[in-house]
């Protein structure tokens, strides 16, 4: 099985060499949605034939150790938990469906192949991210991502993207640049850069850990993002591509949570108890702000941005609690994000190429125009309000949960006050995308395509899945966040 | 008086290639090629040499040895002997198409070499400056060999502000000789110290580091180097920037580790003002670059400072060293993809390809202007249209570009700056890692800059297909770029070799 863990890496990785490499356009793109293809396989295998989980520390079901460059302590230590499992499988799935719809279309018909190639470099660096057991190579996958989405906003985005794209690139490298600082105070006090050791037994003094967990938060939240950090997201995700949006907001952001949970709060554990209440007072600010600027929105993918901060904001509030219902909300939260969020984008994009405009006072009426358009949107805005039954419920409601659980009402009604915000905004949306009489701009709309809903319908029942049966994504973490929750003593 | 001739064999291999040349030059007048494949053979014999040295043998080598050597040959010293003759080779191998009298400059590219072989051995302070001065004053030579007004100011400013920067220099070299009564490193480290010449040995000590400084380009001396970069043919640009800059480093490195580790306190303190002066200022000043070349000297510098502040930790004498390796590899590959991207090999003025003015290639148009002779730099805008036109030398500035931003796919310049900021926080200099780390971050604003300049779509009437480069440009900037990833993949390789002695 680790031939499947390292196959998971290099699939990709070969996708888009022979997608630029092939000279035929189509080739090109087709040979790389079937490497995506099969590395969404060969995630899905991980599963497979686990290895038993062991004490509290992190068991990884599969791993894979290599020495690398020993100058930096780097080994090439991958493995899979049930932690990054949901993660890994998330990626390759959106990167297939980008593949996919980028097989029938691309922005502006520039050119597809590369398009394709640059969405398998990025899967690559995400899988990385959450595949990587050793904080150097976890580093080196998260810098990996920094370019080639600075390429697909930039090359592929709509009229602003260059502003955007810069704005990405730098405010993301400031993020990763503390986060290698915070890495290094950790790998040099410890004197080991690999996370199982790291997380098993915490050989950090109590200051090295506060330093730690600092400059390590700062990172993560500029990629999360964390109000008020957030400032390059609404930017990125409005000018990027419909596919460069999905990933963005499906699992680019996801490292940053991934990696405060994993490695923030598995690595410094007392800087993390130590640093969670205001961890929890930005997360809520992020919550409100989230939604209340969104109530201003008047343009679609915008409004879809800020929607992420919120959403994010609730994430962060369940990793700032620290208890083990707070880490189950922030990982199902991730997900759920990541499959709304990411239909969410596919539809406003849907839209956009249809009617030229993601202006809400030039919408109206799609119900009218495009009942099957309309109807799609309104799934997905009320799956991402947290109604019950469907996937963004499950987040939200346990991290005001876990929030409650460590005493903290407060902070626990504020972010409920900031889910009723999004109903708010959400139905605002509804009411003027969707409903009164048809605007010009939606009259006489091109009918679906099937390579959309072919791209759509995964996300349309992996959302519904999720909401009824949230053991899914939550039955594999148990034990992983049993073992957070041991060393962090909140609970 | 000892010498082991076989710790000589590099620096006699170079200084061979340098009278090779001269005699080349002399039987086939004119012959280019003859001359040029001479000088290659020599540097690749140079380099297999120093190579063979580094690996051959655990124990170091001594020539020169009266009461102490005056050259060391460890394995560190064989390999950067090593380093400096590839970079002269990839400098070789990029001159083809220059517009200079090709005997003059091979053979001064060859003085050169022989200058920074000796250097990497040199063991005590006579030895390293003669060897610095002889790396560098054929280059005020070869700076000036285009024979126009911008080369020929160019040529005088390096050699005015070089002059000042030797004479300073030496006159801390005298003053720490002065004040220990010896100039090989391992005794003046030894000699007794009399407390009251202590203050002659701080000015020495700041004196020569700050001369030294000057080869390196750290702020405040470093305004030689753009405008000489920008007026230097682009093989001489290129061989500045890495070889002469490496020299720099290496003479860096040997004094604060080697000569003054007793001044301690003093080196350090110069060092960190040099080093956040350097970075800080030269990528504000990157910043507002518009020539290609002006960008990657101001980059340059501000990589520099990068390596002072690796120097001004214990220890960081080999973190330093593999920075500046890193940092030559991918130096050196940016300079040959533009000198591929601009000195097109001489061509027809046939019916090429253009832009019309609607965007989308088309038919052959009317007889393109006749080739216009370029060999600068040019400006970013320049490159428009770069990405599409020669996508293979596109391909090779942006993977240089990035991993001088220390970024994927440039991982070599990801772990040159993992290694700097990891040797900064061991030694409980976070607050320094943080600047070098927030430094990089400026510097991605201008490398992106440079980068995005190459997909823009290119300009009406501009030929679609770029004009092929000269066969040794195109091969020899695919061999740099190479080496640049794949060093980026085996970088243990450069740690180890930085650390043997």
Avoid at chain 1, 129 to 152: G, H, Q, R, S, T
């Amino acid at each position: 099985m680790n031939a499947v863990l390292v196959a998971v890496l290099v699939i990709p990785a070969l996708g888009a060499l022979a997608s630029v490499v092939i000279r035929s356009d189509r080739a090109g793109r087709v040979a790389g949605t079937v490497a995506a293809a099969l590395s969404l396989v060969a995630a899905a295998l991980l599963a497979v034939d686990r290895a038993p989980a062991t004490g509290d520390r992190l068991s990884p079901w599969h791993q894979v150790d290599v020495a690398w460059v020993p100058a930096v302590q780097l080994r090439f230590h991958v493995g899979v938990d049930g932690v990054s499992y949901p993660l890994v499988v998330l990626t390759a799935l959106l990167t297939l469906l980008c593949c996919l719809y980028s097989l029938w279309q691309v922005p502006g018909e520039r050119n597809g192949r590369q398009l394709v190639a640059l969405l398998l470099v990025v899967e690559v660096g995400i899988v990385g991210v959450f595949l990587a057991l050793d904080l150097i190579l976890f580093f080196v996958f998260f810098e990996l991502v920094l370019l080639p989405m600075y390429a697909i906003i930039a090359g592929w985005g709509g009229p602003e993207r260059r502003a955007a794209a810069r704005k990405f690139v730098l405010y993301t490298l400031f993020g990763s640049v503390i986060l290698l600082v915070g890495l290094l105070v950790v790998v040099t006090g410890a004197n080991t850069a690999d996370l199982v050791t790291l997380t098993e037994s915490s050989t950090l003094g109590a200051n090295a850990q506060r330093v730690a967990f600092v400059l390590l938060a700062v990172g993560f939240a500029v990629k999360s993002p964390l109000w008020p950090l957030h400032t390059w997201l609404p930017d990125a995700h409005t000018e990027a591509p419909t596919v460069g949006s999905v990933i963005l907001a499906g699992v680019l952001l996801k490292m940053g949570t991934y990696g405060l949970l994993r490695i923030g709060v598995g690595v410094a554990p007392d800087g993390a108890r130590w640093a969670s209440p205001v961890l929890a007072g930005l997360a809520v600010a992020a919550i409100l702000v989230g939604g209340l600027v969104c109530l201003a929105q008047t343009e679609l993918k915008r409004l879809i941005a800020y929607s992420s901060v919120g959403h994010m904001g609730f994430v962060l509030l369940g990793i700032a609690t620290l208890t083990t219902t707070g880490f189950q909300a922030a990982l199902i939260g991730n997900l759920a994000h990541g499959v709304i969020t990411g239909l969410l984008f596919f539809l406003a994009g849907a839209i956009k190429d249809r009617a030229h405009t993601g202006d809400l006072g030039q919408l109206g009426g799609l119900r009218e125009t495009a009942p099957v358009l309309a109807g799609l949107l309104g799934f997905a805005a009320i799956a991402s309000l947290g109604l019950p039954g469907l996937a963004g419920f499950w987040g939200e409601a346990f991290a005001v949960v876990a929030a409650v659980q460590r005493g903290w009402p407060v902070a626990a009604v504020l972010a409920a006050l900031g889910g009723a915000l999004a109903a708010a905004y959400f139905l605002r949306l509804l009411r003027r995308a969707t409903h009164g009489p048809a605007a010009p701009a939606v009259v006489g709309l091109s009918p679906l395509h099937r390579f959309e809903l072919a791209a759509w319908a995964p996300l349309v029942l992996l959302a519904i899945a999720l909401g009824l049966v949230p053991a899914l994504a939550l039955t594999p973490s148990a034990h992983p966040v049993r073992g957070l929750t041991a060393v962090t003593h909140a609970d | 008086m000892r010498i082991d001739h076989v710790a000589l064999l590099p620096g006699y291999a170079a200084a061979t290639t340098a009278v090779l040349v001269l005699v080349l030059d002399l039987l086939f007048p004119g012959r280019r090629g003859v001359v040029l494949a001479g000088a290659a053979v020599g540097a690749a014999a140079t380099a297999a040499l120093a190579f063979g040295l580094a690996l051959s043998g655990d124990e170091a080598r001594f020539a020169f040895c009266g009461s102490a050597c005056s050259f060391t040959v460890d394995g560190r010293a064989a390999a950067l002997m090593g380093v400096f003759a590839l970079v002269t080779l990839g400098v070789l191998g990029l001159s083809a198409t220059t517009r200079a009298p090709m005997g003059e400059h091979c053979f001064l590219l060859a003085c050169s070499m022989t200058g920074g072989v000796v250097l990497a051995g040199a063991a005590d302070l006579i030895t390293l400056i003669v060897a610095l001065e002889t790396l560098t004053l054929p280059l005020y030579v070869l700076v000036g060999l285009r024979r126009t007004l911008v080369s020929a100011d160019a040529a005088v400013t390096f050699l005015v502000v070089s002059v000042v920067a030797t004479a300073v220099s030496l006159l801390g070299a005298g003053l720490l000789y002065a004040s220990t009564g010896a100039v090989h490193f391992g005794q003046m480290n030894a000699a007794a110290k009399d407390p009251s010449l202590r203050p002659l040995a701080v000015v020495g000590c700041v004196l020569l580091l700050g001369g030294l400084g000057f080869k390196v380009a750290a702020v405040p001396l470093h305004a030689w180097a753009p405008p000489t970069y920008d007026g230097a043919p682009l093989p001489v640009a290129a061989y500045l920037s890495t070889a002469s800059k490496l020299g720099g480093v290496v003479a860096l490195v040997y004094v604060s580790v080697e000569a003054v580790p007793f001044e301690h306190d003093v080196a350090v303190a110069a060092l960190v003002v040099l080093a956040l002066l350097t970075m800080t200022v030269g990528n504000l000043v990157a910043l507002r670059q518009r020539r290609m070349v002006r960008l990657l000297a101001w980059s340059s510098i501000a990589q520099a400072g990068y390596i002072l502040a690796a120097l001004a930790v214990p220890d960081g004498g080999a973190t330093a060293l593999t920075y500046a390796v890193f940092f030559v590899a991918l130096e050196l590959a940016a300079f040959a993809a533009v000198v591929a991207l601009r000195t097109p090999a001489p061509v027809e003025a046939d019916a090429r390809v253009l832009v019309p003015a609607g965007g989308a290639p088309a038919v052959p148009a009317a007889p393109a202007r006749a080739p216009q002779v370029i060999d600068d730099g040019g400006t970013l805008a320049d490159y428009a249209g770069a990405a599409r036109g020669a996508p293979w030398r596109s391909a090779a500035l942006v993977l240089a570009l990035a991993g001088l931003a220390g970024l994927p796919p440039g991982i070599a310049g990801l772990f040159a700056k993992v290694a700097v900021v990891r040797s900064l926080v061991d030694s409980d200099a976070t607050w320094l890692a943080v600047i070098v780390a927030l430094n990089a971050v400026v510097g991605l604003a201008y490398y992106v800059r440079a980068g995005a300049g190459l997909f823009a779509p290119a300009e009406p009437g501009t030929p679609v297909r770029w004009p092929r480069p000269h066969w040794t440009i195109a091969v020899t900037t695919a061999l740099i770029a190479l080496v640049a990833l794949a060093i980026g993949f085996a970088p243990q390789i450069v740690f180890d070799a930085a650390a043997a002695r």
